[in-house]
């Protein structure tokens, strides 16, 4: 990869549909706008998240699929993946590792955007566990003789570029999302099976915090991320 | 499913390319010839499977892919789907009951064809593995409430009606092969990569297994099958 | 234990509410009646094993726990115990043989009756899980300072003095079950979420096989065993 | 549960007997004399720590309970319940989360107390293991599809209200426990076993500590937390 | 390797001390007086074996190693090695199968001997472990690309040529032991901590089943062994 | 151990080969010049490390363990010790913990430097589990009933004194390295398959690192460790 290649495709890597719209989804919108191709990558379709034990998680999979089709269309998302693991039990292991650099070394993202897993008191374990397995895969991907039998075709080793940690403390960079800040709220009310009925607060939470990190940049709404530059 | 649904939809798992060729390629042809639509599951590309560490294992990978479809091609296969775990070292976790468990509630197959994991003496570990963990996902495809994430979008519980196992000490069920032995062979030739340097010698131990297996039915060359009806 | 003590406490160890019925009813009922203490431990509650949806996975635990203790009940068991595993998910590990072995180190049975894992063609990989378990469990048990954690207050290791394996192929014991056997049978019809709708071909099937191990003794009805003797 | 219900369930997870007398004995002592009902869980009885190979793992654990109980007693404290795992070989498995899942969704506490395994340098492995899982459980408990097989005679799902972590970096919840300070160091040296030889010097580091928290509250004892309030 | 090299190099993989003296020590003199070079290999050092709480597991495994390396000794064993495993709790892991196969590429044995680990009812797991997972190393042990990190400084990929199974109900090899059968009992009883106080009933069994052994070759003394000799 | 004991035996625990270079070999050279005993223990051999994909695992890791051993060498240290884990790949497992722990037990090091595994954003996932278990496996090392077998032949419990952790965000400890600091350079360039080709820029990065920590000590070249000092 010539270092002078722009960074344009961009892989978010979500334990949950909506993890995107809560997280990052003003760079999202901006950056697809911007002509930057993106992809979802959703480990779990959040089967659990009814508080109604009429709904089969498999019908809230169903459901939830669709709301983050629709809010991932809204942001200019190209491609929607659900990897289908079951909500609420995430572990890192190799073989999701595995199956999450494959993936990587096949969609060649230049850019991640996932979880920060070492924000104190992430307390969702799959959220912890997204983030984390998301950049293990990037270090992984990167090697001939890691998953070696993945390098199948024309599949070669893939050096992510970027990666940009969203629910973080620790963060040193910041996106100006003033411009697509009303759409990035529309976008997260596609998720209607998890923020109807408390939307309004829901909203107010986010427009504080892009208020906030707005602040570094002077302007708006921001969002603001940690951003790690592999060498 | 109706009693009398006709069990036509077929799929078979093997842990390595040219498992089905080497234990049930002759009743794979027979039966798509006889309107059977037949899918393989390989759970590994074989990439471990070559003398010359000048190969690496994608590159193996990449011709063993090749050499099954061009076998698969040969007895009427329908599909063949690579899920790429690396080759020696399959385990029977959970992780992969829950994927074949979400292939066959996908595929809906009447019939599984897989390796006998009980035979005595079955040596290569990921022979067991791919057997066994075919079996368990048998069972946990059938009902709503293992891994109920999956049945989104109409995908509903599915009960596979019979497994034929090969490679079986335990046979009760053979099925005449004659018409399509030699064709078998020749699919079982795609397989340059493993069969070359002594492929006479192979024939001819499967060409005698076969006359063997056709004494029960008094026929020139049969397969020879535990057959499991779940009830 | 002194080597004249009387074998008169008996745990039975299942996978599945109902496993006890299926398999060793006859026997259990005898030796009840015949002054033995039994115990039924259940490492699930089959809380899968439902056909509709509508159905939880806990209701339905809820009524075959019901379920069960009425069988046991009607059997003379004394006790059962529910660990609560989750149905259809049952795995070998050192966590549930510690369990196991602690409370054999509680109850101290001197016989403990449970599935045949070695039985080819044992298709419920809960119940291949439950036998190989149990038994290891046995194994554990024994030792000062295998789960040396568990010898508190009183508690210290168990020579367990016999295994009866069910669902056999290794038949080694019979047990005349002629006179319990229409009770027992009553016993098994507690168990209506699982019998009902196919009850009499249920019954059919115990009937005859009761009837060939019955020839062993030349008796009407008896169950067949692989006996342990623990030296 | 109505918003206004008072939260006057606690349990309180530890690792090791003593775990809750070094750590929160003060506020345990406080809220039981305000009638709060405070149930004590520990996952392990503390088998491996004494100097003397002579005292055997079980004998340990035996007098390490009694030590822990007569010190929840002194504090008031109702239950104390030991699980029973290995000391210093605790693992944050899905199987522990569920076992831990099941107390709290029988027990209903309001507040669940543990260690704070985020703190940097928390070196003792099983004291990260142990505020991981109790915080991984509280999330799996609220779900009726996460370990629904627990959901059995009444059992619902439950969502603790509030955690309190000790042994933080993050304190943003401090307690006046100045009222209970000498009977918390008394209750604490009910751990013969544990603080024998350096007791003074142990009740000195935790004096200091006290005194150091009691600035917060310009109190002369008090008791940091991180507080967590689970939406 | 070329196919007329002489098999002089011998690996005997046991799970605990004195499980070579109990299986195979007959066949292991004779082999070793014939000429062949002879390692141990044993997983645990049987730190769990002794009825009195008083000896601790270390303690044991000292006395236990010492008695197997005299025992070695007495039968012409050139080398003995310990991997100090935990016994009674072994487990088939990809670390343990990746442990012994750098020890295969290592010491290149031409013949493994070890346990039959698809006999029915061989309950003891360690022993079901040991054979498992020295067969499955065997396998690993070919192939460039499985724990191709072994492969370092002249270490290559090994072959295996056959392997020799002990405590099996699939015989088809004997082995004459007549000439040396005392001599190795001789060596049976340097495992004191094991056989005293009841020698010569183990002696009484032994003897026994070589004699029935011997039946096949038509000698007093024969060892059986189901032989497979790797392709 | 007496109080008073020179703490003058060290062990350096990394990942691969090259961490103690790049982490604190200024500290371990000073160090054996001062007349401490230093042995290395790196959980690979850093097989991965290639982009060029005709060099094998094997091939690579020998080449590195040359590097290493001609490095140490350079800085005075005694003994390296390779435990051949695959490069990429580690785990935090209890087999692992015990392995380090049979070898603390073994070579008794007063002080163990390894990687902070607590360090936000490190990335590597070797990096975080070499920290961490080697700190785990301290604290197992200090007890007779953790892993017990390992207690063989004289072999006791041992008690770490001192922990160095190096690759800190928590530094509280300098060591002035400026005499060293040239030389640790140069044992660093032993490395070439990691540094050669960007020698320098990598020089560069570690001269301004250590200025930053002399600053701590007003001296020119330091290393910082986070020290803990275990009761």
Chains 1, 2, 3, 4, 5, 6 share one sequence.
Not at 49 to 72: F, I, M, N, T, Y
Request: hydrophobic content about 40%; proline content about 5%; aromatic content about 10%.
């Amino acid at each position: 990869m010539a270092e002078t290649e722009p960074l344009d495709r961009v892989m978010v890597v979500g334990a949950h549909p909506d993890d995107p719209e809560f997280g990052c989804a003003g760079t999202v919108m901006k950056w697809a706008q911007a002509g930057k191709s993106i992809a979802y990558l959703l480990l779990t379709s959040g089967d659990k998240g009814s508080p109604d034990p009429a709904v089969r998680p498999g019908q809230l999979a169903a459901l939830r699929e669709e709301e983050q089709r629709a809010a991932a269309k809204d942001l200019g998302v190209e491609q929607v993946i659900f990897l289908g693991y079951p909500d609420g039990l995430l572990e890192n292991t190799l073989d999701l590792r595995r199956r999450l650099c494959g993936l990587l070394r096949q969609h060649r993202p230049h850019i991640v955007m996932t979880i920060d897993p070492w924000r104190r008191y992430q307390l969702h374990p799959d959220h912890r566990v997204a983030g984390q397995v998301a950049l293990d895969a990037v270090y992984a991907a990167r090697e001939w003789y890691i998953f070696p039998e993945q390098l199948v075709g024309g599949v070669e080793p893939w050096r992510v570029r970027e990666a940009y940690l969203f629910w973080t403390e620790g963060a040193d960079y910041w996106e100006d999302v003033t411009c697509c800040f009303e759409a990035r709220i529309a976008a997260l009310a596609r998720h209607s099976s998890q923020v109807d009925g408390n939307f309004e607060e829901v909203v107010e939470r986010i427009r504080q915090r892009a208020r906030e990190a707005g602040e570094a940049l002077a302007c708006e709404y921001a969002e603001a991320f940690k951003r790690i530059r592999f060498r």
